[in-house]
């Protein structure tokens, strides 16, 4: 599987972004699908992630009530729709595919190139 995310860019707290992971390869759907981000000087962290039906979500603590993980299997992409963005939240965003739901990201697979979202204050 291949990941191409995009949709990042700069934008003023409290505002949203909608970022997108196109995947390549016909078995999309069996996969599990996360998003991550790792801000500067920091380590990678879990975001969001949904599972290979769609049927189960998870976030973290920090992105809970903020932020929202689809996936639309006919067009073999998943989304990261951020509202209220802070600040804090400014890092590179990494999708990533794996063959079960996890928030490891050394469970993960196949990763994107990743795409920067700035939020200014």
């Known amino acids: 599987v291949q990941l191409q995310a995009s949709g990042g860019g700069l934008v003023q707290a409290g505002g949203s972004l909608r970022l997108s992971c196109a995947a390549s390869?016909?078995?999309?759907?069996?996969?599990?699908m996360s998003w991550f981000r790792q801000a500067p000087g920091k380590e990678r962290e879990f975001v969001a992630v949904?599972?290979?039906?769609?049927?189960?979500?998870s976030y973290a603590d920090s992105v809970k009530g903020r932020f929202t993980i689809s996936r639309d299997s006919a067009k073999n992409t998943v989304y990261l729709q951020m509202n209220s963005l802070r600040p804090e939240d400014t890092a590179v965003y990494y999708c990533?595919?794996?063959?079960?739901?996890?928030?490891?990201?050394?469970?993960?697979?196949?990763w994107g190139q990743g795409t920067l979202v700035t939020v200014s204050s």
């Open positions: 390869g016909r078995t999309f759907s069996f996969y599990a």
């Open positions: 949904m599972s290979s039906g769609g049927g189960s979500t």
């Open positions: 990533a595919a794996a063959s079960f739901t996890s928030r490891a990201a050394q469970n993960y697979y196949y």
